[in-house]
């Protein structure tokens, strides 16, 4: 019986391990501060935060991946509410934007996200990562990982919830760390 139980016990944590390999995850890479939040809201008082768009691994046109991913940015933006451009001559203040990469490839480093970054290829097999960051200029000022099995949808709900929850980490309020 106790053999029993612990085969069991051994298969269900098996099975948690790899229900959690193909959950949604991120981690916040980088937070500059009390300053982070103060260089968002002078971003959009005057109207669009710019979401730069790198890479679409998804079955729609560019133009349509880059607004599903501004989008779920100003979806999950739950403390502050914003509206999103991904044309660079519509945002209020180009200087600022949050930078999105599909696909950055594992040597992508974060602190080179705000200047010319491009997807680096074909991701881990059944993989979709995002790297994010906000910049102004050139700096990052926060910055974060994400990845989720493979979809042909942007606007597949762990897709949004995912980006969401990365818009937070990287433009989070409470510098209490």
């Known amino acids: 019986m106790l053999k029993r139980l612990l085969g069991l016990g051994g298969a269900l944590a098996t ?52 607004r599903a991913m501004a989008e779920a940015v100003e979806r999950g933006m739950t403390a502050l509410k914003i509206t999103t451009t991904t044309d660079r001559a519509a945002a209020a203040r180009p200087m600022y934007r949050l930078k999105v990469v599909l696909n950055p490839g594992p040597s992508a480093n974060f602190r080179k996200l705000c200047q010319e970054m491009a ?48 818009t937070r980490q990287v433009l989070a309020r409470n510098t209490d760390r």
């Open 15 to 66: 099975g948690l391990l790899a229900a959690c390999d193909e959950a949604p995850q991120s981690q916040q890479l980088f937070l500059e501060g009390a300053g982070t939040w103060s260089y968002l809201v002078d971003a959009v008082k005057d109207g669009p935060l710019w979401v730069d768009v790198a890479g679409n691994p998804f079955a729609v046109a560019d133009a349509d991946a880059a």
């Open 119 to 166: 997807p680096a290829g074909p991701p881990p097999e059944g993989k979709l990562e995002i790297l994010m960051g906000f910049c102004v200029e050139d700096e990052v000022r926060g910055a974060a990982r994400g990845s989720l099995p493979t979809t042909d949808n942007p606007r597949a709900e762990p897709l949004v919830q995912l980006i969401g929850r990365m």
